[in-house]
Each structure stands twice: as C-alpha cells, then as structure tokens.
C-alpha cells in the first residue's frame, strides 16, 4: 500500500531528526590531535594509535600527527599553550627549556631503566615539577614513555674511530637536538654536537654532513640510520623517556570520568609502548650486525665518570632542587 504524504513527511523528519542528532553527537566529541616527530611505525606512535584511541573513541576523537607534519621538532609545547593544538608526546629536555630544573630528569646516567622511571615519574618528588608545568605553560603531563637506552652511532667503521672512552668522540660531529640539554650531553659524551631536526639526520648521515646521532636501538631500525651507518657503541649514556602531555584546558573541560578514562588510557598505551620497546631493544643486536654494523660496548665507566661529573660542575646542577638527585638514586637499584 502506497505510503501517504503524510506518513511519508513524518517519516522524513524522523529521519532528519536522527541525522541531526548523530551529527550533534560528533560535534559534541573532544578533538584530540597529537602532534609528534617520530614516525607511525614508531613503538609510541602504534601504542597510541592501538591503546589510547580506542580508549577514549566513546567520547573523544584521536587524531594523531608523526613525523613533525603538523607542528615542527620543539613547537608542540607552545602550540598547546597557545590553544593551537591539543597532546603532544614531549620530552625533559624541551620541558628544561622552560623550567631549567627539569635538566636532572635529561642528564646522562641518572635514570637507571624503565622501571626507575616509573617510579620516578610516580613518586612525590615529581609532583612539584609535573605541577609548574600545569600552571605555567598549560601542559598537564600523563604519563611516562619508555623511549630507551641512547647509543651512539656513527658512520665511518670501527677501524676509522674505536669508540672506547670519551676522548675517542673528540671532533667527531653529532647530531644532537637543539635545546641546551642535548647539546650539553653532546659535549659531555667528548663529541662536538650538531644542532638538528630528526627528519634531516637521515640525509645528512648519508651525505657526510654529519658522523653520528645518538638513538636507542628501535629507533636506528625504524628510521633505517642502518643504512648510512657502520658502528653502534653502547653507551647506554641516556636512559630516555618521553611524556604524554595534553592541554591542561582540554583537560579541565572534560568531566571526572572523562578525565579518568583518558588517564588510563594514556597510562595504558604507555605501558604497552614500553614492553614493546624493551622487547625490541633485545631483538635488534642481531638485526644490525646481519645488516653490517658493528656493535660493541665501550667503556661505559669511563663515559658515566665523565658524564656526571660534567653535570655536577654545571649550571644545570645548579638549578636542581636540593635532595632530588638522592631521592631519584634512592627510587632505584
């Protein structure tokens, strides 16, 4: 039986009145885009794209950036300030740029593993620094990322430059970010640290314009630095974390369940991040030396000498709250 004009008028405006209401329902999610320099491939980058988007889908929508597309290197923190962009995964040494005390959490050989950084970024003694974040830069930090163990990697073979001590590193250019801190811990290795972004350390290791970069091992394999290098020296000086960060605003603007859930969520990906990582730091010794290059540890006592005593004699020490270095020894082995 044919359906009235009546009928057929009601019919559609239920129908209008559904659409609008699912399209009142998307608006009404919270934006949530990530701004980050690392790629998708990235440990970090599939923990928040598998963990952390699913989580928080029911009430937020994760739109994730890599690769430094949407904000450069060192802009994220500012964009999020100035209410331009929403999370970022950021680090201590471009939190020590704004507040010079957060230095000892990027300072070589003070962080033992990941499960000290758990512990530190857990315990009492962050809750003042994770707090003048919040008031004064508008970043509320939610949890800690496993990055790993920083090496040193270089270009020209073991027979070129025997990494052994820091006088080994003596005019050897590497690339190291461009805050004070990396470029202090580059100094401190024996190097002559080079200022640049990450997406241009493949290039110029090709090309020469530079003889080394400091990674965790991961973090070779997944920007292929195996293919324009010949060594890893296992340093180990940097037990590296990064920090997922959020726009204390939008945080603020969510309700308490909301709050909660993007907490665990964040906590969540970011234990799965760090598993993920551990278990590829075991992996890949065998996956670079099949691919050419040599690995071996150096003299790790040496560099760790050197290295803290580089600090100590620092502005950077200078800047540390008394006992924080002692409760940070104390978290760990």
């Not at 070589?108 to 620094?129: E, K, S, W």
């Not at 073979?157 to 990494?163: A, F, G, H, K, L």
């Not at 997922?244 to 969510?254: L, Q, R």
């Amino acid at each position: 039986m044919p359906i009235s004009i009546t009928r057929r008028a009601i019919l559609a405006a239920s129908v209008a009145l559904a659409v609008c209401a699912t399209s009142a329902f998307a608006q009404d999610k919270v934006l949530l885009r990530l701004s980050a320099v690392n790629s998708e491939t990235d440990q970090r980058a599939i923990a928040m794209i598998d963990v952390f988007g699913p989580a928080v889908a029911d009430f937020a929508t994760f739109e994730p950036h890599w690769n430094g597309a949407l904000f450069a290197q060192g802009t994220e923190l500012e964009a999020i300030a100035s209410g331009d962009l929403e999370m970022s995964i950021t680090s201590a040494q471009e939190l020590a740029t704004f507040f010079p005390e957060w230095s000892i959490f990027a300072a070589g050989y003070v962080l033992q593993n990941a499960d000290h950084q758990v512990a530190v970024f857990n315990d009492p003694l962050m809750d003042p620094f994770k707090q003048k974040v919040e008031d004064e830069l508008g970043v509320r930090l939610l949890a800690p990322m496993y990055l790993g163990r920083r090496q040193v990697n270089l270009r020209q073979p073991r027979s070129e430059i025997d990494v052994k001590t820091p006088a080994d590193l003596a005019g050897v250019n590497l690339r190291m970010p461009g805050s004070d801190a990396w470029q202090f811990l580059g100094r401190a290795l024996g190097a002559n640290p080079t200022p640049m972004a990450f997406t241009e350390v493949y290039t110029a290791l090709q090309t020469g314009a530079v003889d080394g970069q400091d990674n965790p091992l991961p973090t070779v394999v997944d920007a292929k630095f195996y293919e324009v290098t010949k060594q890893v020296a296992l340093t180990s000086h940097l037990v590296d974390w990064n920090f997922i960060a959020i726009s204390a605003e939008v945080f603020n603007g969510m309700t308490a369940e909301q709050q909660e859930a993007v907490t665990a969520a964040a906590v969540a990906a970011a234990d799965s991040g760090r598993a993920a990582q551990l278990a590829k730091e075991d992996e890949l010794v065998a996956f670079l030396e099949g691919k050419g290059v040599e690995i071996y540890e150096p003299d790790v006592a040496a560099f760790r000498t050197a290295v803290q005593s580089a600090y100590l004699d620092s502005e950077f020490a200078a800047s540390w709250p008394t006992g924080v270095l002692d409760a940070i020894n104390a978290l760990g082995n």
